[in-house]
Structures are given as structure tokens and as C-alpha cells.
């Protein structure tokens, strides 16, 4: 356990952790004004209903690129675990590998139900369907929020409080 806390103290102290806390910091921000400017909600839908329902359709709906970003958050999280067991001075570098990695694999997945959303609030029927479908695609919307603010909060909390 104090060797966790010693990497916690390293991480506090290393100035590249701050760099990270503003990028976290700025991609929170835009989620929120994602969130704030959904363009469903501005009534500018990009495809028409049959073009949505043709894409939510497809037997294979996610990009490759989904796959890849995921396989590449999971080798982040787990070279983050082997540079925290080193111990010296690749544990800050590790933690902060790890951090990004879970950052990574909790919330790409949230990002693409929220474009699975906004497709099945385009491909919905006019008046109550439309109506439930986008407050799900709010739902889906806060989650990311919440994921991103708290991942956020808590890094911010470990460089002030070490």
C-alpha cells in the first residue's frame, strides 16, 4: 500500500499529470456543450428517416475503428498495471497509462450509443415514439457526462490531495 501512495505522490508532483487533468478538463467541457447543442434537439437532423433506419439496420453497425481505440485502451490499462508494479519511476507514466486506458474503455462505448440514438430518434415516428427516444438519447448524454466528470474529479483530487 505505500508503494501505491508513493506513486500517488509522484503523480501529484509530475507536471505532465496537470496537462492531462486540462485535457480531461476540455474534453468534459465538450461533451457538456455536445450536450447542450444536440442537434436533434435544434431540429437539424443529418439523414432522413429511411437513411436511419437503413443504418440501424446494418448487421455491423460500429466502425472498425471502434475495435482498434478499444483493443488500445485495454493495452493502455494494462501496460498502466505492469508500469505500476515497477515501482521507480515509470509508475507516475504507468498510473497515468491506466487512467487514460479505463477513460478509454468506459467511455467510447457511451459514445457510440449516443450516435445509436440520434439514429433511432431519427428513424422514430412523429409525436410519442420521437418524444422517448430522444430522452433516451439525454440519458445516454449525462452518462457520458457523469463518466467524464467524475473520472475528472477524482484525478483532479489525487494531484490536490498529493
Known amino acids: ?24 478538463a476540455i474534453v468534459a467541457a465538450g461533451s457538456l456543450y455536445k450536450y447542450w447543442v444536440c442537434p436533434l434537439a435544434k431540429a437539424n437532423v443529418p439523414y432522413t428517416t429511411e437513411e436511419a433506419r437503413s443504418m440501424l439496420n446494418r448487421r455491423v453497425r460500429h466502425p472498425v475503428s471502434y475495435l482498434l481505440v478499444m483493443l488500445l485502451g485495454m493495452g493502455f490499462a494494462i501496460a498502466g498495471l505492469f ?8 509508475s507516475t507514466l504507468g ?12 467511455t467510447l462505448p457511451v459514445r457510440l450509443q449516443i450516435k445509436d440514438a440520434e439514429l433511432k430518434v431519427i428513424a422514430s415516428a412523429e409525436g410519442e415514439p420521437r418524444a422517448i427516444m430522444a430522452g433516451e ?26
Open 1 to 24: 500500500m505505500t508503494s501505491f501512495l508513493d506513486v500517488l505522490i509522484r503523480v501529484g508532483s509530475d507536471p505532465m499529470a496537470w496537462a492531462v487533468l486540462a485535457v480531461m
Open 137 to 162: 438519447l439525454r440519458q445516454t448524454h449525462r452518462r457520458l457526462m457523469s463518466y467524464e466528470l467524475v473520472i475528472f474529479a477524482l484525478f483532479a483530487a489525487i494531484l490536490l490531495l498529493f
Open 83 to 90: 508500469g505500476l508494479a515497477k515501482g521507480d519511476h515509470k
Open 95 to 106: 498510473f497515468l497509462s491506466l487512467a487514460f486506458g479505463l477513460y478509454v474503455i468506459l
